[in-house]
């Protein structure tokens, strides 16, 4: 098991992933942190209980089915299961969990990282466009750029730790920022530092980016 | 009115006869009941009828085909079946992927417990019931925040749903299972 994580994720955004409603970049963010992360796993599962009886007590009856549906459900199952080609599970990685690794495309070696500036570099995952997911690369003991926020930001550690003003956060552990917070995280002197960042909207990176520079870096 | 603890033991008994049997009139009843509440779940998320009967029937034949993967210590049938229904959701409707936890490797397959399939569907039944009895805005509330992209944050303060025992039963079964793997 590992160490112990203390920062989670709020009860909006795991019931939001179960019911379906986040954009896939906050999805990829809660699959990652699941993966590592029990209490929250637990917590998932019981808002898909909550989904399950809300579906349970749609009215089923003012609902007609084509006619034809059962026999047409029954060609559907003798044509046999449509996704059997399952992606063979990847070799574990000590960095990078399962979903994370889906969309890298292999482990934490794989990843193209570019730089951005101050050493810290980072990796932009494809998702769709309501939100952005990125990995970031912090060289120990360094400090990530100031930047303000717009939206909601989600910083989760996933090799070494980083910390801010007020906290401590390590491997699993996540940062939620929104609008109002303004501050400097700082990666721990002890290792470089790996985070997963999804964010809905883009970030002011201030004074270390011209803004041209910005726009080339997509951040 | 028949019970509803003894009416989901019988959807799980009715998931196992298809998943060992494939017993079509298992499914067949299985079918009429919650192949209309898919339909009506997902046109109430913003899905016109002929693509939400089109979905549905995806739904249920995947619940044929997966129904090994159903967990009756960790689900009810209608949990199981809302998760399938969702992911079809967000693949159809919304067009994304949706990346999910990485599995536990729980070892062998293995019956679950019968005590823990019976405590963990009368749980639903109480969560079931605890809903229904909620004032018609908040259950209001909750349904949207799963039909729809609405806002979910005051819902688990205001409606004090018995989430809690569900979670810690969850909790204490992955905990179990880590434990046996050691």
């Known amino acids: 098991m590992e160490q112990k994580i203390t920062h989670h994720l709020t009860d909006d955004i795991l019931m939001a992933y179960a019911a379906g409603t986040l954009p896939e970049a906050f999805n990829l963010m809660v699959a990652t942190h699941v993966s590592l992360c029990d209490t929250c796993r637990a917590a998932v599962e019981s808002y898909d209980a909550l989904g399950g009886e809300v579906l349970e007590q749609t009215p089923g009856n003012d609902i007609s089915l084509t006619p034809g549906s059962f026999a047409a459900t029954m060609a559907l199952i003798a044509g046999g299961a449509p996704d059997t080609i399952h992606t063979a599970p990847r070799a574990r990685d000590a960095v990078l969990p399962q979903p994370l690794q889906d969309y890298v495309g292999g482990g934490v070696d794989t990843i193209r990282w570019r730089p951005v500036g101050m050493g810290v570099k980072q990796a932009i995952l494809p998702a769709s466009k309501d939100a952005s997911a990125r990995l970031l690369y912090i060289p120990a003991g360094a400090a990530m750029p100031d930047h303000g926020h717009h939206g909601t930001e989600m910083t989760m550690v996933l090799q070494g730790a980083f910390q801010d003003e007020d906290d401590y956060f390590a491997r699993g552990d996540v940062e939620i920022a929104d609008s109002d917070l303004h501050h400097t995280p700082v990666a721990d002197i002890h290792e470089d530092c790996i985070c997963l960042a999804v964010t809905d909207a883009p970030l002011r990176f201030q004074g270390v980016l011209p803004k041209i520079a910005q726009r080339f870096a997509r951040i | ?182």
């Open chain 2, 1 to 182: 009115m028949q019970n509803g603890d003894e009416k989901r033991m019988q959807w799980v008994d009715h998931m196992i006869r298809i998943r060992d049997h494939q017993d079509q009139a298992a499914f067949a009843a299985l079918f009429d009941h919650f192949a209309p509440r898919v339909k009506g779940f997902l046109m109430k998320s913003g899905s016109d009828a002929s693509l939400a009967e089109e979905v549905a029937q995806e739904v249920m034949a995947t619940c044929w085909h997966k129904a090994n993967m159903f967990d009756p210590a960790r689900a009810s049938v209608a949990t199981w079946i809302f998760t399938i229904a969702r992911n079809r959701k967000i693949d159809v409707l919304r067009k994304q992927r949706r990346p999910e936890p990485e599995d536990l490797a729980w070892g062998p397959e293995e019956e679950p417990d019968q005590a823990d399939v019976m405590a963990l569907q009368q749980e639903s039944e109480q969560l079931g019931q605890a809903i229904a009895e909620l004032p018609a805005a908040q259950r209001e509330l909750i349904e949207q925040a799963y039909f729809g992209d609405l806002s979910h944050s005051e819902i688990a303060a205001k409606t004090g749903l018995p989430l809690g025992t569900i979670k810690s039963r969850i909790r204490l079964a992955l905990e179990r299972l880590r434990h046996a793997m050691k």
